[in-house]
């Protein structure tokens, strides 16, 4: 193994593939969870309750469509490893950081637990 | 005559041939509202104690040797006016995270290694043939890394920085933000030989982009902002040796 001047090794590391989720999850979360919160929260409901109820079910009905789950299975999945990214993160920040490796298990695995789930979920629509 | 203003300062002192732990000395120097923390550190030593041993050269914002923790900021003394502590006392201490050598003196050495390793210049194949003329940039390709060439390498993001103080293995700010700056380098061909020190496990995924770096810089560099450009390369990077798995990605120019 080559190493640098500082005597640091110099192998390429697998953070590099959970940092590009972290990535993609962060701009998930920042533009589109607001966008479909502002949406179906906000935009959509009326002051009309019979409108209002009838727009839910036209949601539910888009969400029973295969390429709407496609588009929420992944916005939701990369949501979820950008958390567990930042939480391994803030865990080591906050003194953790010989238990970086072990974090892995935890975070990513919660992140995988609930997108499996969110997967069983969306198939059932 | 009206009495003169003075005003308190703490310095960290430590000299480790005499002094078995560090302590602090307080000293009273006239008050000038034109005075930077800096000048009354040279007052101290030209005039009360020439023991005192502190770094300084330009007093212009521009040499970066004169980097200490002023009320537990890190800031350039050369830049944090006395008017803005009067009248209360000002606490000067050596940048933390670093090993102390003397009194407000810090051992740079850790720095200066981990600068290395990024190698912080223009890496060409062709570096002697001269015959084309200079390297031209356009003003576009010169504002990709003009902002990180800024660096004046005072450490004070060293300082700020709390990864820093955790990870040994992290390269930190300076260094990473100046590893960028020639890898956005329209000149430059040693992207893949930096990538491949800055893409290993700590070395800059260490970052979690605390930000404070960019808060204390005195020359506005953003390594913080560096840094998230530097990992998305390195991700492209990553991504591509699957893609390619021999002959290109960071493979290249492994060095020692």
């Keep these: 193994m080559s190493r640098g001047k500082s005597g640091r090794p110099t192998r390429p590391s697998g953070e590099a593939f959970w940092w590009a989720l972290f990535s993609a999850g962060g701009v998930m979360a920042a533009i589109f969870v607001p966008a479909f919160i502002l949406a179906t929260g906000f935009l959509l409901p009326s002051g009309d309750p019979a409108a209002a109820v009838e727009g839910a079910q036209r949601l539910a009905a888009l969400a029973g469509w295969w390429p709407v789950k496609l588009v929420l299975l992944g916005v939701i999945t990369l949501s979820l490893f950008h958390c567990a990214h930042r939480i391994r993160h803030t865990l080591m920040d906050l003194g953790m950081r010989r238990l970086a490796g072990f974090l892995k298990l935890p975070c990513y695995g919660g992140a995988l637990a609930g997108s499996v789930w969110l997967a069983l979920v969306l198939w059932g629509i | ?256």
């Design chain 2, 1 to 256: 005559m009206a009495e003169t203003k003075t005003i308190t300062l703490e310095l960290f002192r430590y000299h480790p041939e005499t002094d078995s732990e560090p302590r602090f000395q307080s000293y009273e120097v006239p008050y000038d509202e034109d005075w930077v923390v800096l000048d009354a550190i040279n007052w101290i030593k030209d005039y009360v104690d020439g023991s005192v041993t502190h770094r300084w050269s330009c007093r212009m914002g521009v040499c970066g040797s004169c980097g200490m923790m002023v009320n537990g900021e890190p800031k350039l003394t050369c830049a944090a006016f006395l008017k803005n502590y009067y009248p209360f006392p000002i606490k000067v201490e050596p940048l933390v995270n670093f090993p102390v050598e003397r009194d407000l003196v810090v051992d740079m050495e850790g720095f200066m290694d981990k600068l290395q390793d990024v190698k912080p210049y223009i890496i060409r194949d062709d570096v002697n043939d001269t015959s084309g003329g200079e390297y031209l940039q356009t003003p576009a390709e010169l504002a990709q890394y003009k902002q990180y060439s800024m660096c004046i390498n005072c450490m004070l993001c060293y300082s700020a920085c709390p990864v820093v103080g955790h990870e040994d293995d992290f390269l930190g700010p300076a260094a990473l933000a100046l590893g960028h700056r020639y890898n956005k380098d329209s000149r430059d061909q040693g992207r893949t030989e930096r990538l491949e020190v800055m893409l290993s496990s700590e070395a800059m995924w260490g970052c979690t982009f605390v930000g404070e770096c960019t808060v204390v810089c005195p020359k506005h560099v953003d390594p913080a902002g560096a840094i998230q450009q530097a990992k998305a390369m390195g991700a492209q990077e990553y991504f591509k040796r699957f893609v390619m798995p021999k002959g290109a990605g960071a493979t290249k120019g492994a060095g020692a």
